[in-house]
């Protein structure tokens, strides 16, 4: 009885031994693991670029200039969550100011959280979405030219050394505005040398809403849009 008990089991562990080791390619946790490699858990970039204003912001400010620092938790080698900060300044167009001796400059920094979803991994290209809601400040400062003087000024530990004549300026007003704004866009990334640092380019579309502003003709809307166009380093 004892014979035939352990013939038995020896027919069923040969018999369950392949289908064991067939069932082994489908696991699902490798993937995965292969993807986590590529793409570190907690991660930051940093670069900078060209802002550029469009309908009504492009119609009043010049294309500026940006600088861009974020921070990003992955859940996945596909998803994560990135929070972001970015500064960017303008000149306002020579059309619009009609006074000659008024010039003025415009400040647009933001705060966002954002999904971030990658389309492809960077092995050594990839591809990336990103979107989300932020709080963006806006600020335009004119001044008025009234004349010159001649200030004198020399310190080598500044880097600073003249006496040409100069511009002397009143501010003429500051304003300012907080308000909640939307963006999204797409970047592309190259890993450098196969190690954990990667160069990105990313161009983004930025919407921002406004509440009414008092003017002559009435309440209007002075709402936003911009789109920075930035190049740096994910690590």
């Avoid at 469009?54 to 994560?80: E, M, N, P, V």
């Avoid at 009414?212 to 209007?220: L, S």
Wanted: hydrophobic share 40%; charged share 15%; aromatic share 12%.
């Amino acid at each position: 009885m004892r014979l035939i008990s352990a013939v038995a089991l020896g027919v069923i562990v040969l018999a369950g031994g392949p289908s064991a080791q067939a069932a082994e390619p489908d696991a699902p946790l490798q993937p995965l693991q292969e993807e986590e490699n590529w793409v570190p858990r907690v991660g930051f970039n940093i670069g900078g670029g060209l802002s550029i204003p469009i309908s009504d912001a492009g119609d009043r400010f010049q294309t500026g200039g940006s600088f861009q620092l974020g921070a990003t938790y992955s859940f996945s080698g596909r998803f994560g969550v990135q929070a972001e900060y970015l500064y960017s300044s303008y000149d306002i167009q020579g059309d619009v100011l009609n006074e000659t001796s008024v010039e003025g400059s415009h400040v647009m920094q933001y705060g966002d959280l954002n999904a971030i979803y990658r389309l492809a991994l960077p092995r050594p290209f990839g591809v990336y979405f990103v979107a989300g809601p932020g709080i963006y400040y806006r600020r335009v400062t004119l001044v008025e030219i009234e004349g010159t003087a001649v200030v004198p000024y020399c310190d080598p530990w500044l880097y600073v050394c003249y006496s040409d004549a100069v511009a002397v300026g009143d501010v003429l007003g500051s304003r300012s505005r907080t308000d909640f704004g939307l963006n999204a866009g797409v970047g592309v990334t190259l890993r450098i040398m196969g190690g954990p640092i990667n160069l990105y380019a990313e161009a983004r579309y930025h919407y921002i809403f406004s509440g009414d502003i008092d003017t002559p003709e009435g309440p209007k809307q002075a709402t936003g849009q911009y789109v920075p166009i930035v190049f740096g380093f994910r690590f």
